[in-house]
Structures are given as structure tokens and as C-alpha cells.
């Protein structure tokens, strides 16, 4: 409820325009002794109509919060460790040569275009998983003319996988648990993030897609693991910034960072 507010109550980074948020549950058919109670919750219980208690633990959640600090970074600036990072842009435009150059820096432990100057960092592991391009006949020959350490990158050949064992492979599941665990790798690319979504989830639900992806957010907090999500742009008349991100805004809440993609008035010059 207070998100859904971004661009009718506040926008950018004005959040003292948000509004207070009430929240009220009527209960059709209650246990007996919440039968005609009227009860309202805070950092204390107060009964209003009745006395409908509720254990302390069931609404102090004040313990589920910590002080807000600096999240390490892997690209200091623009990929925060171990949270969710979101390239989004048309076709066409460069987020895949893009991710390629921030692959081969990292495993290689050299300076990617993003990196301030004088930035260094140790070689990584890196994984990336995409279902756009064959890695044998397409990925590994762009990745070794973008200068990466093969050795210090592994992926599944999705475009190989005739058995159809990796297409079991979603955001949520118990393989892609496995497999972030197994490999443990300090960044995993998803390319497109549609193509790791569960075919039952419906993009444009805000709940479906929080739960799709929070166990992303857990592992990579558990395991220390970024994660890259990499997806298009849509065409929508009117559409900005949030709601440019193709089939589901909802992205853009999930993530720590967002990058976005484009060309800009001046012909073939890309920001």
C-alpha cells in the first residue's frame, strides 16, 4: 500500500509526501472469543469494543528491523553484494555487450567501464544464466574476445539441453536453490529474467512476483551472491521510468539498483 503511492503521492526521492497507511481486516467468521471485538493494533494492543487479546509477538515486529547501513558493493556505484541488480533496456541498444565487459572484469580482476578510477578487485567466480543464445556456438567465443577468464566462469548450456533438465530451473524453485549453492558464485547473470520466471506466475501481480523473488534476495544474502537480472523495455505511449520495465514495474521495487538503457535525441548516442 505504501509503494503503490510512488508517482500519485511522491516521486524520486520525496518520501515525506507519503501518506499514512491504515489497514482494516473485517473477519466474517472469527473464533468464538473474537466475536464482537473491535481491535486496533500499534506498538501496543488497545481494545476499543471487547477484549480480543493478541500475543505481544503477533504485531511487535520491531525486532525484524536493523539500523540502515552501507551495503558493500561489487561495482562501487552501481552493483550493490549479495542484492538484486536490474539492467533494463530496447533492443538492440548493448545491456548483453554490457554484461559481457562487466564479466570478463570481474573474472579477471581488472576495471570494468563502470568502476571509478583506481578501483581494483580480486578475480571472481562468476555464473550466467541466459536462454537467449547458445552458449557453445555464440557466448563463449564473444566472452574470450571481451578478454574473460574462462576458467573463473560456469554455465549451463540452456540452448543444449534437449532433456529439457534445466528448464526446471526458476526463480523460487529448489534447482535454482541448488544450483546458486552448488556453484556459489560472487555474481550470476539472468538473461532474460522472463526466461527464469515460472511459467504460472503472472508478471503484472505484485505478489506473485515479490514471492517469485524473494528467495533470490535470501540466497544471495545466505551465500553472498549478486544477482544480475538483465530484461527489456517496453514501447508504451506514455510510459517512464518504472513503468518502462517490460511485463512487470514490480522489478523495479524488487531491486537494489536499477540501470536503464537508451538511445537519447542525438542520433546514435546511448545513455
Same mark, same amino acid.
Request: aromatic share 8%; hydrophobic share 35%.
Given at each position: ?10 516521486? @524520486? ?7 499514512? =497507511? ?26 476499543? =469494543?471487547?477484549?480480543? %487479546? ?7 515486529l520491531l525486532s525484524l528491523f536493523k539500523p540502515l547501513k552501507d551495503f558493500p558493493e561489487l561495482v562501487p556505484g552501481w552493483i550493490p553484494e549479495a542484492q538484486i541488480t536490474l539492467i533494463a533496456a530496447d533492443g538492440d541498444i548493448g545491456k548483453t555487450t554490457l554484461w559481457y565487459h562487466i564479466i570478463a572484469a570481474l573474472s579477471n580482476g581488472t576495471t570494468c567501464i563502470l568502476d571509478p578510477p583506481g578501483h581494483t578487485r580480486e578475480p ?16 563463449? %567465443? ?27 530451473? %526458476?526463480? @523460487? ?27 504460472? =506466475?503472472?508478471? @503484472? ?7 517469485? /523473488? ?23 505511449? @506514455? ?19 536499477? /540501470? /536503464? ?11
Amino acid at each position: 500500500m505504501i509503494s503503490s503511492q510512488y508517482g500519485r503521492e511522491f516521486t @524520486g526521492p520525496h518520501h515525506e509526501n507519503i501518506k499514512k =497507511v491504515y489497514s482494516i481486516w473485517i473477519c466474517m467468521k472469527p473464533p468464538q472469543y473474537r466475536e464482537n471485538t473491535i481491535t486496533r493494533h500499534r506498538l501496543a494492543e488497545e481494545h476499543l =469494543v471487547g477484549e480480543g %487479546k493478541e500475543p505481544v509477538r503477533n504485531y511487535d515486529l520491531l525486532s525484524l528491523f536493523k539500523p540502515l547501513k552501507d551495503f558493500p558493493e561489487l561495482v562501487p556505484g552501481w552493483i550493490p553484494e549479495a542484492q538484486i541488480t536490474l539492467i533494463a533496456a530496447d533492443g538492440d541498444i548493448g545491456k548483453t555487450t554490457l554484461w559481457y565487459h562487466i564479466i570478463a572484469a570481474l573474472s579477471n580482476g581488472t576495471t570494468c567501464i563502470l568502476d571509478p578510477p583506481g578501483h581494483t578487485r580480486e578475480p571472481m567466480r562468476i555464473t550466467f544464466l541466459t536462454t537467449e543464445d547458445s552458449v557453445r556456438k555464440k557466448l563463449r %567465443k564473444k566472452l574470450r574476445l571481451a578478454g574473460a577468464n574462462m576458467r573463473n566462469i560456469i554455465t549451463p548450456d540452456f540452448a543444449a539441453d534437449k532433456d529439457g533438465l534445466l528448464r526446471k530451473v %526458476k526463480f @523460487g524453485t529448489p534447482e535454482m536453490d541448488t544450483i546458486l549453492r552448488t556453484l556459489h558464485p560472487v555474481l550470476c547473470i539472468f538473461d532474460p529474467v522472463q526466461g527464469f520466471t515460472p511459467p504460472k =506466475v503472472n508478471m @503484472g501481480s505484485r505478489n506473485e512476483m515479490r514471492d517469485c /523473488m524473494a528467495p533470490l534476495v535470501s540466497i544471495g544474502e545466505d551465500i553472498n551472491t549478486t544477482a544480475l537480472l538483465i530484461c527489456h523495455t517496453n514501447k508504451r505511449k @506514455g510510459a517512464y521510468s518504472r513503468d518502462r520495465i517490460a511485463d512487470s514495474a514490480d522489478l523495479w521495487d524488487i531491486a537494489r539498483s536499477v /540501470m /536503464m538503457a537508451g538511445y537519447t535525441e542525438e542520433q546514435g548516442i546511448c545513455y
